[in-house]
């Protein structure tokens, strides 16, 4: 076990675990008492749960989505697009910082209630990955289309071009790039590397969103979680749904938003199950330096959950009665 492992591992993130204990649903204490289907949906109320303080803004126009009707995979569209256009956002669409090579590639993937998915990877200079992976869901046969494929797809559908990188974004690639020793960006609080959303509109159907610029000066050609289905986003209708957000290798390793959703369905809170994939990531590393990933999920009762390796993890999360961020629990926090 590394050192950094052996001084941290038991500095437990107890005042947030405790912040943010959920107490069971309406709906779930009506499913227990064994109610028809229909009164239970009535019992279920819209909410939407993203990743990061981005994810208040994109939240108020997922919640516009949803308030008017619209269903949750529209929602979570609409929501992270506020996020991807945000020119000073630098982990997400086209404020991202790029590769190494001075290139900004963007990945995105979507699901929605039937387990329909889209996804693009290594999409450069097209507006709005998000509505580019929700096309190949409905306009092609496949799930993933990726680099010169995923952006021809992309013109041939009207979507629009962007400039990248933004002048902010190379100026710190070229700061980057004269220094002598390179030094791989540290994947934490401070490079939030995505925006994850999950949403449950008032159909009681629940659908899932997540896009990226991907970690900073990564090695051309480099993807991450969260395009892959399963890895970065999972939805189970009958279930529930849950994204990831950090160091995206982790994440695939356990293939972690698809184990995050197998255990709900083993009866674990989305609060436990989150838990219990951070600890299996644990189990799977020696060295846990700079090693944050973090995991939010949602269930079909409307019950939400958070939880991340490191302390400084945070979830915006909207409802009918509030719009607040609220900090995640943690196992360990930062030397």
Request: aromatic share 6%.
């Amino acid at each position: 076990m590394s050192e950094l492992k052996r001084r941290t591992f038991f500095k437990l993130g107890l005042t947030g675990a405790l912040l943010t204990a959920f107490k069971p649903s309406k709906a779930a204490e009506l499913m227990e008492e064994g109610v028809n289907s229909s009164k239970l949906r009535r019992a279920i109320q819209p909410m939407v749960v993203s990743t990061w303080n981005h994810g208040l803004a994109a939240n108020e126009a997922a919640w516009e989505t949803l308030s008017a009707g619209g269903n949750a995979l529209s929602a979570v569209e609409n929501g992270v697009k506020v996020t991807e256009a945000d020119i000073s956002n630098r982990s997400v669409g086209i404020g991202g910082l790029p590769d190494s090579s001075g290139k900004v590639t963007l990945d995105a993937c979507i699901m929605d209630e039937n387990s329909k998915c889209g996804a693009v990877a290594c999409l450069e200079g097209i507006n709005h990955p998000i509505s580019v992976a929700r096309a190949v869901m409905e306009k092609t046969p496949h799930v993933m289309l990726v680099g010169k494929g995923a952006r021809e797809f992309a013109l041939d559908q009207g979507f629009d071009k962007i400039k990248t990188p933004v002048k902010e974004a190379k100026k710190a690639w070229k700061e980057w790039k004269k220094e002598e020793k390179r030094k791989s960006p540290e994947i934490n609080h401070e490079n939030h590397d995505t925006i994850g959303m999950l949403a449950i509109d008032q159909f009681g159907n629940l659908s899932g969103a997540c896009t990226t610029s991907g970690w900073a000066y990564k090695m051309p050609g480099r993807v991450g979680d969260s395009p892959i289905i399963g890895a970065g986003l999972f939805v189970d209708n009958e279930i529930g749904a849950a994204c990831a957000t950090g160091m995206g290798e982790a994440v695939i390793r356990i293939a972690g938003s698809h184990t995050v959703v197998e255990l709900m369905r083993q009866g674990h809170s989305p609060q436990k199950a989150c838990e219990m994939a951070v600890n299996r990531i644990i189990r799977k590393h020696d060295n846990l330096e700079n090693l944050q990933v973090g995991f939010i999920a949602l269930n079909k009762f409307g019950e939400y959950g958070s939880y991340s390796v490191y302390a400084g993890f945070n979830v915006a999360v909207k409802t009918a009665d509030k719009a607040e961020l609220e900090d995640a629990p943690y196992l360990m926090e930062w030397e």
